[in-house]
């Protein structure tokens, strides 16, 4: 897995822009894709699109103030990895369309790959006349990254800051409790757990395999009623952000227009009892790189951790 990341220039404009920026980040890096190397959309959703995309949208933190610099990232994972070259390249062709009707430059690009400093691949808006970063062989990597991961056994607090709205809930809870309360509920340690080591078996089975997790394995029933403690702070509260879709176009229909999705999510710090158990720490490590949840795509589920 990699991570792209690049700051945009964002020239003025009359529509301001979203509290959350995945639905639009989403829809500038899929568009490129589309328009640019269509080649490579079985590569990036390799399943389907019901199934988990090999690519996650990071999105600035929810709520941050952008005037005039917007800085995003893009992880890749598996074989999309090895597409970052014509992945970057369609993103300075896309750069000509506008976001939100406002013009957007790519000043600056950078790769990184875990546990390794990140490379230049742009500056002032030009792609780097140098040879192609050496990215270090995911066996490797996951090895030596694993081993560098300090002892579990004086951890005890798990804290995972949210960057971006975490949508991780059955589609009972959705429909039932969602309108009734208003508010999705707050998951569990265990359903965490399971929806990280989900992603990890589809995305990057290598890793799976280097961190020990079984091919069937999910959260034990002690870990599923583990409830997030309460952050004085800056406490978990339900968060709603705004996605315009098109819809596909049909030829016997009108042209498509946007339509406007009001999506719930959960935002601020979840904290949970840490365990010795080394999977759990590991799972919520590359859980980081990997994200948790659904909508990853749209920038959901991105956040980082501390644990103490």
């Not at 952050?231 to 498509?256: G, L």
């Amino acid at each position: 897995m990699l991570m792209l990341s690049f700051e945009m220039a964002i020239g003025d404009g009359n529509h301001s822009l979203p509290a959350h920026l995945g639905g639009v980040l989403h829809g500038f890096f899929e568009g490129a894709v589309k328009e640019q190397a269509p080649h490579l959309l079985p590569v990036l959703r390799p399943g389907g699109d019901n199934k988990s995309a090999h690519f996650m949208i990071l999105s600035p933190p929810m709520g941050q103030a952008i005037e005039h610099l917007l800085r995003f990232g893009v992880m890749l994972y598996g074989v999309a990895a090895e597409a970052w070259p014509v992945l970057v390249r369609a993103l300075v062709v896309q750069q000509l369309q506008q976001i939100n009707n406002r013009n957007v430059r790519i000043r600056l690009a950078w790769l990184q790959q875990p546990g390794n400093p990140a490379q230049a691949l742009m500056a002032h808006g030009r792609l780097l006349d140098v040879s192609p970063p050496i990215l270090e062989a995911p066996g490797t990597l996951y090895r030596r990254i694993y081993a560098e991961q300090p002892p579990t056994s004086a951890r005890r607090i798990h804290t995972l800051t949210f960057r971006s709205p975490l949508l991780l809930a059955s589609r009972k809870a959705q429909r039932d409790r969602l309108p009734a309360t208003g508010a999705l509920p707050c998951p569990t340690l265990g359903s965490l757990l399971d929806s990280i080591a989900q992603r990890m078996r589809e995305l990057e089975p290598g890793l799976a395999e280097m961190t020990g997790l079984p091919p069937a394995w999910i959260a034990t029933k002690a870990c599923r009623s583990i409830e997030a403690l309460t952050s004085a702070a800056d406490p978990a509260r339900p968060v709603n952000w705004d996605y315009f879709s098109t819809p596909r176009a049909n030829a016997a229909a009108p042209p498509p227009t946007h339509r406007r999705l009001r999506l719930p999510g959960i935002g601020g710090v979840l904290s949970y009892p840490a365990s010795n158990d080394e999977l759990e720490h590991a799972l919520l490590y590359w859980g980081q790189w990997l994200g948790v949840g659904q909508k990853t795509t749209m920038g959901c589920g991105s956040y980082v951790l501390t644990t103490c």
